[in-house]
């Protein structure tokens, strides 16, 4: 490794590039989840959208409007208080994906057996499609679902965890070469969660933005009875202006502080995220979820930041103003969250750890993972149930 190069979780991390979710990414690109985008995009390739140069290129695109949220947005009920901050201008992602249009009218075929998802408990954004997944009772025998090893190494992620060394349904040893296969030379480094047509042998989606939405209304056939609506569509404007305010000042913004190339820029990112957080707690004082009284998508994308908080991001992104235990009302939110099955099976701390502080990517030389926090206090009551009575999921 040379002088001037970092490392992320994810991957190698010049300085002078930018971040977004898991890996830094050159500042007229984006990147999508957990990993770098193509370098280039072939003409006429359909899943790919044209890129469009220079900060503001996310403008227009299918996870456009993902910036900003530092300023009020006219008719959000949710948070209408600004705070003072400067401007930060986060683009979107380059992902294979759904059509610019509503996540309902999707090209992919509906179909139980034909995907496979591959996540890594590591990962935030993969994070949240297994617990979606497992709210909605959306089993194996109609989405499979491959699991990376958390820790990436130079050849990317790497199925170590099955026997072999191989996804036994793919029958690949390394994430790149379903990703290569999908799209041959075009530099991919692979990323996760990602969506594959185990019939077409490709990579068929990996838009970490959109892929929740999309199980939580095209696929309702095969929810589980009594499956909660995390997408109802008479919320969908308001979860998605809540949503954009979370990707910038919370679940994205955590990586623009980790990554920070100038203490300037970390402090100005850790101050962006310590005020969503101290905004967050005092909402979550009277409130139970996000949305009032009901789970909705945005509570598991908060949700999958506040619970490495205190495992990952306090050390290794220094983002140490507070521990999440230190808040009242979000660490009990987020312990109610944390005991809902889904949530908690999704869930794996050492996995974070591991995944945060191992690997080649990691600037770990000795391979010392923190031994603490004490992650049992996680199943210790909360006091959410006596504010707002039983918990309905």
Not at 190 to 201: A, C, F, M, Q
Not at 275 to 284: F, P, Q, S, V
Request: glycine letters at 8%; charged letters at 25%; proline letters at 7%.
């Amino acid at each position: 490794m040379t002088k001037k190069t970092e490392t992320s979780a994810c991957g190698f991390v010049p300085k002078e590039k930018e971040t977004s979710a898991c890996a830094f990414v050159p500042k007229e690109k984006e990147m999508s989840a957990c990993g770098f985008a193509p370098k280039t995009h072939a003409k006429g390739h359909s899943h790919v959208p044209e890129a469009h140069d220079g900060q503001d290129w996310s403008h227009g695109n299918r996870v456009g409007g993902y910036h900003d949220s530092e300023r009020a947005i006219p008719g959000d009920t949710w948070f209408n208080t600004p705070f003072a901050g400067g401007r930060e201008v986060i683009g979107a992602t380059i992902p294979i994906g759904l059509p610019d249009s509503s996540v309902e009218e999707q090209e992919l075929p509906v179909e139980a057996g034909r995907y496979r998802l591959i996540w890594t408990p590591l990962c935030p954004w993969a994070t949240r499609l297994k617990i979606v997944l497992n709210l909605l009772g959306i089993g194996g025998d109609v989405i499979s679902v491959g699991t990376a090893d958390p820790v990436k190494t130079a050849d990317g992620w790497k199925f170590t965890l099955d026997p072999g060394g191989k996804d036994p349904v793919l029958g690949i040893s390394s994430l790149h070469e379903i990703y290569e296969k999908t799209a041959p030379g075009e530099g991919w480094n692979d990323t996760v969660p990602v969506l594959v047509d185990v019939r077409e042998g490709r990579v068929i989606n990996n838009d970490y933005h959109h892929l929740p939405n999309y199980f939580e209304t095209v696929w309702k056939p095969f929810w589980r009875p009594g499956a909660p609506d995390l997408y109802p569509a008479g919320l969908r404007t308001q979860i998605d202006r809540l949503n954009r305010i979370l990707f910038n000042d919370v679940t994205n913004r955590v990586y623009l502080a980790g990554y920070a190339a100038t203490q300037a820029e970390y402090e100005h990112s850790y101050d962006i995220f310590f005020k969503r957080l101290d905004a967050l707690e005092n909402y979550l004082g009277r409130h139970r979820f996000l949305l009032g009284n009901r789970l909705t998508d945005a509570d598991v994308r908060l949700y999958v930041t506040l619970s490495r908080l205190d495992a990952a991001y306090y050390f290794a992104f220094r983002l140490n103003k507070q521990r999440l235990r230190d808040y009242d009302n979000l660490w009990n939110y987020a312990k109610e969250l944390y005991s809902i099955p889904a949530f908690r099976e999704a869930t794996d701390f050492e996995a974070i750890k591991r995944g945060y502080f191992l690997g080649d990517s990691a600037p770990n030389p000795w391979r010392i993972v923190p031994y603490g926090p004490d992650e049992s206090v996680w199943t210790e009551p909360n006091n959410r149930a006596e504010k707002f009575g039983p918990l309905e999921v």
